[in-house]
């Protein structure tokens, strides 16, 4: 008599993401596409595990909770963030050019990278003591008093804080005004790269 050999049993396709070392940034992509299409309400740990084909705790093992998610998420934004404006202000040596690259590279970001801007702005959504995440933030809003500095000489460090957070609301409300499609229902606007340049007073392309 033939002893059957039992089949061998297929691989558990939702466990699979475990083997390949890189879990962790496969579910905060499943997070970005999330947001990209549902927007922040529209994320939940569940949907992030299906998108990346894991178990529902997965998530939860890596991130704790959505809280968590959202941090890691804005955490990696900051950082993009901080290195877009680094990246923009090299475009000129003059310190005032320098600092409204900077004003430009806030407003494109927002364009560019809605998901991420749609929650690193969101501390009720986020765990602020969160030390990578403080960290990031900090590093951020060190790249716009630095660059601040030179383009205003003689002010004193609290005129820099002050005059800083309202370049800081410029560039942040122009941003949001433009996500929520109000400079095109109101003022008509279509180019936010345009826009951004006659705001900060930047030359125009190809100008």
């Known amino acids: 008599m033939v002893t059957p050999v039992p ?123 969160d030390a990578a995440y403080r960290q990031a933030a900090n590093a951020a809003h060190q790249v716009l008093l630095e660059t601040m500095g030179p383009a205003v000489p003689g002010v004193t460090e609290e005129q820099l804080l002050q005059q800083s957070t309202s370049a800081w609301a410029l560039a942040h409300g122009l941003s949001r005004l433009w996500l929520d499609g109000n400079l095109t229902s109101f003022a008509g606007l279509t180019d936010i790269d345009q826009a951004a340049r006659i705001t900060f007073g930047l030359p125009m392309k190809g100008g």
Request: glycine residues 6%; hydrophobic residues 40%.
């Open 7 to 129: 089949r061998a049993k297929k691989p558990d396709k939702a466990k699979a993401p475990y083997h390949h070392g890189n879990l962790r940034q496969a579910l905060l992509d499943a997070a970005l596409e999330t947001i990209r299409e549902q927007g922040v309400a529209g994320l939940s740990l569940r949907e992030v595990a299906r998108r990346a084909g894991v178990s529902h705790a997965a998530p939860a093992h890596h991130f704790k909770d959505k809280a968590g998610l959202l941090t890691a998420l804005a955490t990696d934004g900051f950082l993009r963030f901080a290195q877009a404006q680094r990246d923009a202000r090299e475009r000129s040596s003059d310190p005032v050019q320098r600092f409204s690259w900077t004003g430009w590279a806030y407003v494109m970001f927002a364009d560019q990278n809605r998901e991420y801007f749609e929650i690193m702005f969101r501390p009720e959504l986020l765990n602020g003591d």
